[in-house]
Every structure is written in C-alpha cells, then in structure tokens.
C-alpha cells in the first residue's frame, strides 16, 4: 500500500484567468457583442504592420515602399493611439461601473491585432506579386527570376515571419498594457488586471500551435499526433489523474486511483478537472512537487547558516517527499514510453537543424527513439540529398541515440523536472489560447456601417475610440422626445395644382419641406418619418451630453416654427387661389431609447413616443367642426364626453381632442420639460382672450445654436362633455398641455414677468 500525499503540505497555487462578458449586452445578431474600434486607429496599426512584415521578411529594394521609415516615430505612433483605445475601454467601464467592458475593449483589440498580421501578411505577398508583374514589362528576366526566388522564400518562412512580427507587436502591446494597468488598478483595483502572458503568448500568433520549429523555439517539442514520441493528450491525463490520485484522502480511493493509473494512459480518458488543471498550469507548482534538487540546494545553505533544527527538518521532508514524487512520474512516463523521447527533446537541439528541412522536427525526433521508423526517414533524406545539393551524415544522429540510450537515471530526473516546467508554459498558453480565441469568436469586431448603425441605435453597440473621436452622437441614446405633425389638406392642394396643371411636389418641397429641414440642424432634431400628410421628428439625448439635454423643449420650439412656416405657406397658397393646410402637432417624450430595425436601407424607429405624439396630433371630425364655427383663444382643447354603456362602444378612446393649428404636449413631456428648464407658473386673466383665470408655465430653452427661445405652455382641466349638444357639464381633475401660439398671450406674459 502506498503512503498518501497529501498536496496541502506543498501549498500549490492554482492558476485561473476568465474573461466574462456574462453582462453585456449582445449585438444585432444576438450571438455576438458587437465592437467599433476607431477606423484611425486601424488605418495606423494595417501600416504598421504592413511595414512589421516587410522588415521581417527581409525583402529587397523593389518591395520596399517606405526605404526611409522612421521606426521610432511609426512605434511611438502606434502605442499612443493604442494607449488612448485601452483608456476609452477603462473610462467606459468606469461610466457603466462594469469592469466587463474592459476586458471586452482587451480581446476585442487582441482580436483585431492578431487578424490583422494575418491579413497584412496577404497584402504584402500581393504586394511582391504585383511589383513582380510589373518588374515583367521591363523584360529583365534575370532580375525578375530572383524577385520569384524571393518571393517564394518569404511564403516559404511565413510562419516565421508572422510569429517575429507578432512578438515585437505584442511586446510594444504589452508595454501600453502596463501604463493603463496604473489606470485600471486605481478604478477597480488588483484583480482587474489581466495576466501579462494572456496578451505575450507565442501561440496567439500561430495558424498551428503543433510546429515543431516552433514548439523547439518557445517550448519543448512534443505533438498531438498519436504517433508522436512525446504526446501531448497522454501527458495531462496523465498529469491529471496523478495529482488527482493524491489529492484524494481515503485510502479505498487511493487504491483506486492508483490501479486506474497502471492501466495504458494512451486509452485513459479522465474529465476536465478544475483544479488540477489550474495546478498544473500555475509553473512554481512544479518546483514545489519535484525539484528536490533545488530543495537539497537550500538544506545545504541553511545548514552552513545554522539555521534552526525545525526548519532543517522541514526541508528535509520536503526532499523525500519530492523525490517521492519525481520517481513516481518517472515510472508513470517511463511505462508510457516516453522517457527517452523526452530526453531525446532537449539532446537534439544542437544538431535538428542540419536534418530539418528536409525533415521535420518531429521526424528527427522519431529517428532518434522509434527505431521503426528509421527506414522512412533514411529513404527520405536519401530523395532529398539531390535537391538540396549535400549529404546528411548519419553520424550526429548515431552518437544522439547512444547518448540517450546511456542517460543515467539521475540525469533523466533532471531533464523530466525541465520538461514539465516546459510543459507547465505550453498547457497555461495552451488554454490562455483557447480562452481568447473562444472569447474572440464571441465579438463582432464590425466596419459595416449598417450594423454600426443598427446596433448603435439600439444600445448594444460597445465603442473604442480615439479622443478626438468622441463625438456625442455616438454615445448611446439614454431618451428621446418626438414630434408629430398631422397634415391635412395636402390632398386637395395636390389635386388642384395638377389640374391648374401646376408641379405640386416642387411647390411642397420648395415651399414646405426644405424650410421645415433647414430647421432641424438647430433643434438637433432628425427625420423618421415625412410624407405629404405626416412628418414625424425625433430629438435625441445621449449619455454623458448634458448639454444637449433639452430634447422637449427643443421639440415644443421647432413645433412652433413648423406652424410659422404653415402659416406662410396658407398666406402664399391664398394668393395663388389654393386651399389651406391644416396642421395639428403632438410632442410625445419617452424616458427610455427608442428601438431601431432596417428594412432594406430604411431605418425604422418604434417608441411609445410616436404613439403619444400621433394621439396629440390628431383631431376629432365632430369637434373639428362644431367648434371651427367660434373664435377660440387657443388652438387645443380636449374634452371628456359623459357615457352611458350603449354610447360608449363609439368612442375608442375616453376623450376628444380639438387640435387644428396647435401642439399638444404630452404628461411625461411636461414633467421632462420642467426638469429641462426652469418654468415660472402664473395664474392669471388676460381681457383680450376673456374671464377666465388661466394657468401658464414659461421658460426658456438654448437651442443648439446657443441662441434662447421662450416657451409658454398653458395647463388647463379638461372639462366634461355632453354627447348631446357638445355643451360643458362640467369639470375633471384630469389635465392637458398646450404650446400656446397666441401672440396676445405672449406680449402679456412679457409684460407680466419683468
């Protein structure tokens, strides 16, 4: 029976990084997040990777557009503006008091890095192509053969060229990382930081991580192949179960573990495990489980310093535990038949090179320790050998084999122990890899200008821009006021133009449309819907603007200018002999953003607004022409018929409205109003209109030019209504607003007010 370990007394740390996006918002398509990053500051990062790939490559003259580059100028460029997207990302977390955001502006731009090598790595090899066809008009074929010669080399190293670029790339990365890390601690603290290695990977930039070239380079050679001397998939389920076997406490499950381990591990499959996997992908935990030698180091330093019994003999256990350890991995490994690959791994790398090309990496290394396979590859370099112009000698590979064949036990623990750290960096950047990769697949990093519009007119569209990019109009709409004006008449204009054979659309464009368009720009207003008998506007707020937040007191002031523009229209129509417009206008508020679709090209806008605002734009027929027959102070009036059961199935809605030259405000705009503006309330009598004591409320609001325009806005009770004679019975507690016109009511309330 074996003893238990029990991994507590080794303190292992385990390795864990997320990247959740669990509470953003997802785009237009409802899978992804949809990301914008500053089309600058990606015009900027496409040269200087273009010109990354060139140096890279090492190309001649003829490819070669910018010769005089200044490198300094061209990295500092790319790290400011890189700089200022990472700050947007942290300000917008900071603004939403979601740290989320942050970590989506990091991937998302990651994202955008590693695509883009790829992308400029196509570019240039266009690039050679096309200087290479017009090389050919010249008819100097000497000259274009070599640039043909060249061009296939630069394919040849491709992966090369990209991972050297990628590594200077995301070197100057991580360096802006480490400045905005400053700004990211102070707002959210320590655990905001992401990992450095999550961004200085090796495998980020690599189309296949299995490359032995590149595997030798960064880590160890090993593959995925079951072929492969050195597996990787046999290795953590491996490394898994073992550490999962000691980390049990009771010995029924040691035995267990224990007889489920001496079974081939090639056909051991064993769950995904948390926490052994955050083990093994934390390094230290490799020197603290095995490294005795290191261990013995240290006994040896405190004996000499006479440190205290207790800790000599803390350390003392540690060494038997650990070489414990290291000689069970050793028998595990050693019984999957991988030792001497492993071994085999770090005592080729002095001579791989002169066999690889022809041979891969993982060929040699198969030479080297799987015996069947020395025949293929003999014949393989037998083929090669006139192509490549030279011999391989066998004799390098020969004294490799005996050399691993006599590693004593002693040595094989040590190169074990530096393999695993090996494989320790290989399994975190492994997953590191696959976390970005995931999360990256979860971004809509988008340049389509539909989409942007589409998903930033309804509020799901993620934003990393450049300082002087920050425009309001792009923030995300927090509520908005709408305008409604019912047209009427236009019909019967239309039909008496065309038979006094006059052009009715250049008479409404000319005389009506383009001054009510003229008019937008200083309300801030935009047009959602405009027809010969409707035009319906819609006066935006967007987040952190203050200063534009005026939106329905904007929308009661181009109301009024829109029935100063009919008025001059009917006065013009008059003298032609035409009949009049009639207009009735509605200003609707809604506390939330509207909701945006496209069909085809035309953007649609859906609100609770429109509804309110078509409501208060309308007019009852019967109203209309009952009181149209009396001179009336005011253009709005709403009235509430008294119902019995049998009347009420006519009416749809439980009031009337006169509105014939008026605008109507909506509750929620009045109440949105006063928080706009400061309003005066007056309660006064105004002989010229009659007796009545009238309610007004008066302020004035900055247009978006700066210049201020009085608002009065009068609140009246709607009183009850009899259905028979249309005669006041009464009066409910219920209110109405109007933007009142009537000059006679503005020259009293000036007067009133000084």
């Not at 038949?337 to 071994?343: C, D, L, Q, T």
């Not at 102070?633 to 009031?655: A, D, G, H």
Request: net charge positive.
């Amino acid at each position: 029976m074996r003893t238990h370990i029990d991994l507590n007394k080794f303190q292992l740390k385990a390795y864990s990084v997320e990247l959740p996006f669990t509470r953003l918002k997802l785009g237009v398509d409802n899978v992804r997040y949809d990301v914008y990053i500053s089309s600058e500051f990606r015009k900027v990062t496409e040269r200087f990777i273009f010109e990354l790939i060139i140096k890279y490559a090492e190309a001649s003259e003829p490819f070669i557009i910018n010769p005089e580059i200044n490198w300094f100028k061209e990295t500092s460029e790319f790290q400011r503006l890189c700089s200022e997207i990472l700050t947007d990302g942290v300000n917008n977390a900071k603004s939403d008091s979601e740290i989320q955001i942050d970590f989506l502006a990091q991937t998302a731009l990651v994202k955008m890095l590693t695509e883009e090598i790829q992308n400029q790595y196509e570019e240039a090899i266009q690039h050679c192509k096309n200087v290479i066809r017009k090389q050919e008009f010249s008819h100097q074929m000497e000259e274009t053969l070599k640039l043909r010669e060249e061009v296939a080399s630069i394919i040849q190293r491709k992966n090369q060229i990209v991972r050297n670029v990628g590594a200077e790339l995301f070197e100057y990365f991580i360096e802006v990382q480490n400045d905005v890390n400053k700004l990211r601690t102070s707002n959210f603290g320590d655990n905001a930081q992401l990992p450095e290695e999550l961004f200085s990977n090796p495998i980020l930039q690599m189309a296949t991580h299995s490359d032995g070239f590149f595997m030798i380079e960064n880590y160890v050679l090993m593959g995925h192949r079951l072929e492969d001397p050195v597996n990787y998939n046999t290795l953590i389920n491996l490394l898994t179960a073992f550490l999962n076997r000691m980390d049990r406490q009771s010995e029924k499950h040691e035995k267990t573990a224990e007889d489920t381990h001496y079974k081939s591990l090639k056909s051991y499959t064993t769950s995904y495990d948390t926490l052994a996997d955050g083990w093994i992908k934390h390094i230290d935990n490799i020197d603290k489980l095995f490294n005795y030698f290191h261990s013995q180091t240290v006994l040896k330093e405190l004996r000499q310093n006479n440190a205290a019994p207790q800790k000599i003999q803390s350390v003392k256990e540690t060494i038997k535990l650990q070489k414990k350890l290291l000689n069970q991995i050793l028998k595990l490994i050693s019984k999957e038949k991988m030792i001497n690959g492993i071994v085999a791994a770090y005592q080729m790398r002095p001579m791989f090179e002169r066999y690889c090309p022809p041979l891969s990496p993982q060929e040699c290394l198969q030479y080297l320790v799987v015996p069947k396979a020395r025949k293929n590859t003999l014949r393989k370099l037998k083929r090669f050998k006139k192509y490549f112009g030279k011999s391989f000698p066998l004799s390098p590979l020969k004294r490799t084999i005996r050399s691993i064949r006599a590693t004593s036990r002693q040595d094989q623990k040590k190169y074990l122990l530096r393999f695993l750290k090996d494989f320790s960096y290989y399994h975190r950047d492994l997953r590191n890899n696959l976390l970005i990769r995931e999360t990256s697949d979860s971004i809509n990093i988008t340049t389509d200008e539909k989409i942007i519009n589409l998903s930033r007119s309804n509020h799901c569209l993620y934003e990393f821009i450049l300082s002087y990019e920050d425009v309001f109009d792009k923030k995300p709409i927090i509520n908005h006021a709408v305008l409604k004006a019912d047209v009427r008449g236009s019909s019967a204009i239309i039909e008496q133009m065309k038979s006094k054979k006059l052009n009715p659309a250049s008479n409404f464009s000319f005389n009506f449309f383009e001054p009510i368009s003229k008019l937008l720009s200083l309300y801030g207003a935009v047009k959602i819907f405009i027809e010969g008998d409707a035009i319906i506007l819609s006066i935006f707020e967007h987040q952190d603007a203050p200063g534009r937040w005026y939106s329905v007191s904007r929308a009661c002031g181009l109301a009024i200018n829109i029935l100063m523009i009919v008025r001059k229209y009917n006065k013009r129509n008059r003298k032609k002999g035409l009949p009049r417009l009639e207009l009735g206008v509605g200003v609707g508020f809604s506390n939330a953003p509207p909701t945006f679709f496209y069909d085809e090209e035309k953007q649609i806008m859906i609100s609770p607004a429109i509804t309110d605002a078509d409501r208060l734009s309308r007019c009852d027929k019967t109203l209309r022409q009952h009181l149209s027959k009396e001179r009336l102070p005011f253009n709005v009036y709403e009235l509430q018929p008294v119902l019995n059961p049998e009347t009420s199935i006519l009416f749809n809605s439980k009031t009337l409205r006169y509105n014939v030259k008026g605008v109507q405000l909506s509750h929620k705009g009045f109440k949105k109003l006063s928080k706009e503006i400061h309003l005066k309330r007056l309660e006064c009598q105004i002989p010229e209109i009659g007796q009545e004591p009238l309610t007004f409320y008066t302020g004035k609001f900055p247009t978006a030019a700066g210049n201020f325009q009085r608002l009065i806005i009068r609140e009246a009770n709607i009183p009850e209504m009899s259905i028979k004679d249309l005669g006041i019975i009464g009066q409910t507690e219920n209110k109405y607003y109007e933007v009142c016109t009537n000059q006679k009511v503005y020259e009293h309330i000036k007067k009133t007010i000084k």
